[in-house]
Each structure stands twice: as C-alpha cells, then as structure tokens.
C-alpha cells in the first residue's frame, strides 16, 4: 500500500470518529437501613451504629458513541440508565473507569435540575443557559428563540414555582437545544409533555442528526428508539445486555420483559393460591377450636370446573404471549354423573369489566349430547391471536339445557398479550390492506 492510499484508508476510518469513549465503568451508593427524616429520629440514632446496604447502579460499563450518532439506552427502570447519563454529564463521578467525551455537552436530564423554583421563568432562563456554558450575549441573542419554542411567553415572568411540569419541561428543553452543543444527552423527554411537544422534541432532534452532532437519548418508549436510534444498548441491574442495531436490541429486550412478566404472573398466582390455602385452614382450626357441629354437605355439583391452562404452540403452560402467536385456553372438568348437551363456555375480558369476545363448544360446531367420562379437558384453539397488548381475564362457565349454569369461575384466570414487532392500538388487530393511489 502506498503512502497516499494509506492517507486516504486513514482518513476514511477517522470519517466518524468516537465523540464519548465510556471505559468500565462503574457506581454504587450507599442506601441507609435507618430512616431519619426528622430531627428527633437523628437525636435518637446519633450514638447508634448507621448500617447500609451498598447498591450498585453500574458494573464495569463500556461503549462508544460515535460523533453525529443517535444512541439509544434502554432498559428496566434501576438499569443504571439515569446514572449513567448523569456521568456523561459529569454530575456524578464513577467509582472506576474513566469516560472521554469529546466536544461540549447539553443535558436534558431531570424535570426542574438546575432550576430554581423561587425565579422567574426568565431568570431561570438566563440561568440555566450560563450553566450550559452560554455567555451572555448569547443568551440575550437566542432568548427570543428560547421563549417562542417553549410556548411560554405569558408566564415568562412569573416565578417557577407556579408553573405546571410541562411547562417546566418546555422551558428546560428549549433552553438545552439552544445551548447548541456537539452533544444533547435527554432522559426520559418524550415521556413528559403533551402530543405537540413531543413532536417539537422530535423534530429537532432530527436536525440535530442533520447538522452531525450527536444524541443519547434514554426512553421507555420502545417506537421512537426503533425509529431514530443508529444503535441501541441494553442496560439490566448495571450491566450491558447488548448492544447493536436498534432493531435487534429492542426485540431482545421486547422478549426479555415478556420473561420476567411470565415469571412475575406465575409467582403472583403461587402467592394467591397459597393465601387461599392459609386462609382456609384457619377457618378449619377456628371451627374446631369452638367445637361447631360438622357443616352439612352441600349438594354435590353435576360437573365441576377444575383448572385452566394458556398453552403456547409447544404446549407449555405460560402467562405470557405475542401479538400473532398460536394460544390454546385448555379447561379442565370433573363430571359426577352424565351430563345431557354440555356446555363449556368462555368469555374474555380486557381491563376486567369490557367483555370482548366470547363463545362456547356449541356455537363453535362442536356440541354434543352426552358426555360419559368422568374427567376431562376442552381445548379453545386461537391461531394467531389478534389480541393487541394489554392484560386479559377469562371467565369460564359449564352449563347444559336442562341444569342451565352448573359452575362459573368469574374472572378468575389472566394472562397478558405483549405486541412484540406490531405497534397498533387498541384491542385487536383488525389486518387492514393499506395502499396508496394517487389521482
């Protein structure tokens, strides 16, 4: 390789250069076991020995952002996410590693930081502004600006104290993007606001990439880290999950939450069975202690529900489920004696009280005359499930025409729909053919 082809590969290689080199990073806090939140309480513990336990919001953390790059960081609320922007910002100091950034810096990281409640908008403004590194003269250049993106103008001169979060959130961005720096750090700002403001946020974050300067942008909102992200990280009690394409860290992460909601639901439903088994058994140690007759026996049912099963395409049993994917409701009976047109029946209802769709073995050509065995199971099969994502309670009854509703367990079953790939609203997807034509 010649010496100007080497010049020119070099060049090529350093066309985009890192902006922010984060090396192992990491930070803990201390959290008090004792809480002293008057001064009677301090009084009282001063002589005794204060316990903590050490909390560690960042472990050994690397990455790099690249100039005029959209960096996305997600991840679970206590990921390290805030943390881990407030050191970029340089507010907080790791505890190892060392990060490099390269160009000056404009953050947007909590409502109301840097602020000072008892100013006026228009001092806040100003100072702010200097905080950011802004003289004077540039603050009296853009203030205009400042104020006709914040859509504040009436209240500039009242103190902040009485403005409402979206107007503090309004008037703290429009001074952090007028700060005009290579690097705008937001956590968390297209969660706050109205539809408009967001939109604003938006937009200007696109000229931003337009002019090539760089954002890292902390969001929840898993559709506009898809959208405008270049690349995505994924932060989990500390650490990087992942990092990668937007595409592929968001879908990693959209099935890691369906994981740990599965696991939640299952411990959730564990927890109330065994409630129910405590509560009952003291009934029973009550009842003896105060030697109460034996209750009579009630009228044995001619069919009773047993248990309902979710099953997935393998025929596990899950609480979890995408958008699309194949769900079997199995319903489990006992029949005491034979039972004349059985009929089993579901109904499904979003938020517990808005039924949306239910059916039974009949209506669905499956009716029979007669049911022989003593125990059994009935499969309701849903190929691709239109449901769209939300939390789903069934109601399941058993019935025939001549004992009418025999058992009925009232909302007593939940699982939970996540969309997955599809960003639709509402109940159900509806499938539309969308196309365009022009005249």
């Not at 997600?74 to 950034?101: C, F, H, M, W």
């Not at 994924?234 to 696991?263: C, F, P």
């Amino acid at each position: 390789m010649t010496k100007k082809n080497f010049k020119n590969s070099l060049s090529k290689k350093n066309k985009n250069p890192a902006i922010i080199i984060a090396s192992n990073l990491s930070k803990g806090f201390k959290i008090p076991h004792q809480k002293l939140d008057t001064l009677r309480s301090s009084f009282v513990n001063f002589f005794n020995k204060k316990s903590y336990e050490h909390f560690k919001a960042l472990n050994n953390v690397s990455f790099k952002v690249k100039k005029g790059e959209f960096f996305g960081i997600i991840g679970r609320n206590g990921s390290g996410k805030s943390t881990l922007l407030k050191i970029l910002a340089g507010i907080y100091t790791p505890d190892q590693g060392k990060v490099e950034v390269r160009g000056g810096i404009s953050p947007f990281l909590e409502l109301g930081v840097g602020f000072n409640p008892q100013l006026t908008g228009r001092e806040n403004v100003y100072l702010n502004a200097t905080m950011l590194g802004m003289s004077q003269d540039q603050i009296d250049e853009k203030f205009h600006s400042i104020l006709r993106f914040s859509e504040i103008k009436r209240f500039i001169d009242q103190k902040l104290k009485n403005y409402s979060s979206g107007m503090k959130v309004r008037l703290a961005f429009s001074v952090a993007i007028h700060a005009n720096k290579e690097i705008l750090l937001m956590d968390e700002v297209l969660a706050v606001g109205d539809n408009n403001f967001q939109q604003k946020c938006i937009e200007e974050f696109v000229k931003y990439k337009e002019a090539g300067k760089t954002v890292v942008l902390v969001a929840h909102g898993l559709e506009n880290i898809r959208r405008y992200c270049d690349r995505v990280m994924l932060l989990r009690n500390g650490k990087v999950v992942k990092k990668g394409k937007a595409e592929d860290v968001v879908n990693h992460y959209i099935n890691q939450n369906i994981s740990d909601e599965e696991k939640r639901l299952v411990s959730e439903e564990q927890a109330v069975v065994k409630n129910k088994q405590k509560v009952k058994s003291e009934k029973q140690k009550k009842a003896t202690k105060a030697s109460e007759p034996t209750p009579k026996k009630h009228i044995k049912k001619s069919a009773k529900i047993q248990k309902v099963e979710f099953l997935d395409s393998n025929q596990n049993n899950k609480k979890t489920f995408k958008t699309g994917s194949n769900l079997t409701i199995r319903i489990y009976f006992r029949i005491a004696k034979k039972l004349k047109n059985p009929l089993i029946g579901i109904a499904i209802y979003h938020d517990r009280d808005k039924i949306i769709y239910g059916t039974n073995n009949e209506k669905r050509g499956s009716g029979i005359t007669r049911v022989e065995k003593e125990k059994g199971y009935i499969d309701f099969f849903f190929k691709k499930i239109s449901l769209l994502e939300g939390q789903y309670h069934l109601s399941v009854a058993i019935a025939s025409f001549t004992e009418k509703m025999i058992d009925r367990k009232d909302r007593e079953y939940s699982f939970k729909i996540f969309n997955g790939y599809l960003k639709d609203y509402g109940v159900c997807n509806l499938h539309p053919e969308v196309e365009f034509n022009y005249q």
